[in-house]
């Protein structure tokens, strides 16, 4: 069967989130798919198949990590919807049925594709004992994201802070169900972003994630509520960095994005 990897929230190759894509038949057993994310040993890999005709979805989707399947994913989401549009697989915008409900793809005329996810809750929470010395840094702002995003979200000083974190991973790993969100306000939005992140999930394996989308879903209220915007983008700064456009509908947010697919290629196990 084909397998594809794309690199998802950025428009070259070798930078942004790189999933790998698998559309099915339907979904073989859950140790196999496991297997394959585990040899695929991206953040994600997407397994997809179609669905009847006359549904509240048109394919059904899961996203494994190397050691985990989880309840959202925004990047491989993206990197799945690329794939279909790109090889004429569906056309058009995509519900997918998920974990997390029906999600929508869709795509634009400038080859990037808009994602519709449930908006995380927030809720304001105290600051753990020891998370500033896991985190290596002193947060100003603590919140749960809800059970979708299952991080901790942090505010540190400024955007030379975030660019600057070396985590404690082992200790981080206390202090969430997947994760850490590590966020500031961008030193400059001219340079085309309003607030910085990184993303450190050691939980379901993964240190520090390139370009999270569903960690967006949470940075999205959280930022829209203190610059007074709706629309915004969001810089996250990892090594391969990547930009997701986001826009807040009350219990829905918009994710923005393109992808680029860097591998084509034939599974055979």
Same mark, same amino acid.
């Given at each position: 069967?084909?397998i594809r990897?794309?690199?998802?929230?950025?428009?070259?190759?070798?930078?942004?989130?790189?999933?790998?894509?698998l559309?099915l038949?339907?979904?073989?057993?859950?140790?196999?798919?496991?297997?394959?994310?585990l040899?695929?040993?991206?953040?994600e890999t997407?397994?997809a198949?179609?669905l009847?005709?006359?549904g509240?979805?048109?394919?059904?989707l899961r996203w494994?990590?190397p050691?985990?399947?989880?309840?959202?994913?925004g990047?491989?989401?993206l990197?799945?919807a690329?794939?279909l549009?790109?090889t004429?697989?569906?056309?058009?915008?995509?519900?997918?049925?998920?974990?997390? +409900? @029906?999600?929508?793809?869709?795509? &634009? *005329? %400038?080859?990037?594709v808009t994602? =519709?996810?449930p908006?995380?809750?927030?809720?304001r929470?105290?600051?753990?004992?020891?998370?500033?010395?896991?985190?290596?840094?002193?947060?100003?702002a603590?919140?749960?994201t809800?059970p979708?995003?299952?991080?901790?979200?942090?505010?540190?000083?400024?955007?030379?802070?975030?660019?600057?974190?070396?985590?404690?991973?082992?200790?981080?790993?206390?202090?969430?169900e997947? +994760? @850490?969100i590590?966020?500031?306000? &961008? *030193? %400059?939005?001219?340079?085309?972003? =309003?607030?910085?992140?990184r993303?450190?999930?050691?939980?379901?394996?993964i240190?520090?994630?390139p370009?999270?989308?569903?960690?967006?879903?949470a940075?999205?209220p959280?930022?829209s509520e203190?610059?007074?915007?709706?629309?915004?983008?969001?810089l996250?700064?990892s090594p391969?960095?990547?930009?997701?456009?986001?826009r807040?509908?009350?219990d829905?947010?918009?994710?923005? +994005?393109?992808?680029?697919t860097?591998?084509?290629g034939?599974?055979?196990?």
């Amino acid at each position: 069967m084909r397998i594809r990897i794309v690199d998802a929230f950025t428009d070259r190759p070798f930078s942004g989130n790189p999933a790998g894509v698998l559309l099915l038949d339907a979904f073989p057993d859950d140790d196999w798919l496991r297997d394959v994310a585990l040899e695929v040993n991206h953040a994600e890999t997407a397994f997809a198949h179609p669905l009847p005709e006359g549904g509240e979805a048109d394919w059904a989707l899961r996203w494994f990590t190397p050691v985990a399947e989880v309840a959202l994913c925004g990047h491989a989401t993206l990197a799945t919807a690329h794939v279909l549009h790109t090889t004429g697989a569906h056309e058009g915008p995509v519900r997918f049925a998920t974990r997390s +409900g @029906v999600l929508v793809a869709t795509p &634009a *005329e %400038d080859g990037s594709v808009t994602l =519709d996810f449930p908006t995380a809750p927030l809720t304001r929470v105290d600051l753990p004992d020891g998370i500033t010395e896991a985190l290596g840094a002193e947060p100003g702002a603590a919140f749960d994201t809800g059970p979708n995003v299952g991080d901790l979200l942090l505010e540190v000083a400024d955007e030379k802070t975030v660019h600057g974190l070396a985590p404690d991973l082992k200790a981080l790993a206390a202090h969430s169900e997947r +994760g @850490v969100i590590a966020t500031a306000r &961008a *030193e %400059d939005p001219a340079r085309g972003y =309003d607030y910085v992140s990184r993303c450190f999930f050691p939980n379901i394996g993964i240190d520090e994630d390139p370009v999270t989308g569903s960690a967006h879903t949470a940075l999205a209220p959280y930022w829209s509520e203190r610059l007074g915007r709706p629309d915004l983008t969001g810089l996250q700064a990892s090594p391969r960095s990547g930009r997701v456009r986001t826009r807040l509908r009350g219990d829905r947010t918009l994710l923005s +994005g393109r992808a680029v697919t860097v591998i084509d290629g034939e599974l055979l196990a």
